[in-house]
């Protein structure tokens, strides 16, 4: 079992009148880690500290975004959470055509080449875009056949694009890069909210199982609307990935 996550984005709101008390919470439920995606005015060193004394790592960052930071203001940031990895993920425009994936390829190269002097690596988290076939071939598999450097947070809902595709066999696809899986779950419907994980529709532990246990190193639980309490459903969240023994908490 590999530790369980939770991207901030989550609970954006509560975060943004009371970010300390969303730290305690999501510690309290038994999380292992969080993925910030804003330190809302905290230094990165100050919120490393801060959720350490959690008894919490931070796990990834989606703060800052290398595409679209300056690029050592990226490095930096990332440095001093104490990660080896920084986020990019990219949006409907850059994966629109053929012309725009191989812009978006070249961009991903740069990027890990960039960080390499560094010792950092590039993750990509996708969107369900990157799963809309151009010319018969997937952008992310492009990403994947044409980035040899770039890893990879598979969100495996989007991955899902709506049915249609199997979120599982893309978690396989790029398994021996992707060291990050985000859990959602839903209706696996256009436009509606998510829900607890295991309260949807998707085959949790087929997609957990289809990842290299040598190379995941976290899962990290993000919902990004939820039609119920977010907090709850944060929380049914770890207790069904935990009891199903499908993710490690703090027990």
Same mark, same amino acid.
């Given at each position: 079992m590999k530790p369980i996550s939770v991207q901030l984005y989550a609970l954006?709101?509560?975060?943004?009148?009371?970010?300390?008390?969303?730290?305690s919470d999501i510690a309290a439920?038994? =999380?292992?880690?969080?993925e910030p995606f804003n330190l809302f005015g905290k230094e990165p060193e100050a919120f490393?500290?801060?959720?350490?004394?959690?008894?919490?790592?931070?796990?990834?960052?989606?703060?800052?975004?290398?595409?679209? %930071?300056?690029?050592?203001?990226?490095?930096? %940031?990332?440095?001093?959470?104490?990660? %080896?990895?920084?986020?990019?993920?990219?949006?409907?425009?850059?994966?629109?055509?053929?012309?725009?994936?191989?812009?978006t390829v070249d961009s991903i190269n740069s990027l890990t080449e960039s960080l390499k002097p560094h010792g950092l690596s590039l993750f990509?988290?996708?969107?369900?875009?990157?799963?809309?076939?151009?010319?018969?071939?997937?952008? =992310?598999?492009?990403f994947y056949k044409n980035c040899p450097d770039v890893e990879f947070e598979v969100d495996t809902y989007w991955a899902a694009n709506f049915g249609a595709c199997d979120?599982?066999?893309?978690?396989?696809?790029?398994?021996?890069?992707a060291p990050l899986l985000h859990i959602k779950d839903g209706p696996n419907e256009?436009?509606?909210?998510?829900?607890?994980?295991?309260?949807? %529709?998707l085959e949790i532990a087929d997609i957990v199982n289809a990842a290299d246990p040598n190379i995941l190193e976290w899962l990290i639980v993000e919902l990004d609307t939820c039609d119920t309490d977010m907090l709850e459903a944060i929380r049914k969240s770890y207790e069904f990935l935990t009891t199903e023994r499908l993710a490690e908490g703090r027990s």
């Open positions: 954006r709101e509560e975060s943004q009148s009371n970010f300390d008390k969303v730290l439920i038994g =999380y292992l880690g969080v490393k500290r801060q959720v350490e004394d959690l008894g919490m790592q931070v796990s990834s960052s989606h703060h800052p975004w290398a595409n679209r %930071t300056e690029i050592n203001e990226a490095i930096e %940031t990332v440095q001093a959470l104490g990660l %080896t990895r920084v986020a990019a993920g990219f949006g409907p425009d850059d994966v629109k055509d053929k012309d725009s994936v191989e812009r990509l988290h996708n969107h369900f875009w990157e799963f809309v076939p151009i010319n018969g071939e997937l952008p =992310y598999h492009s979120p599982a066999e893309e978690v396989a696809n790029v398994k021996d890069r256009q436009g509606k909210a998510h829900v607890a994980v295991g309260d949807g %529709t």
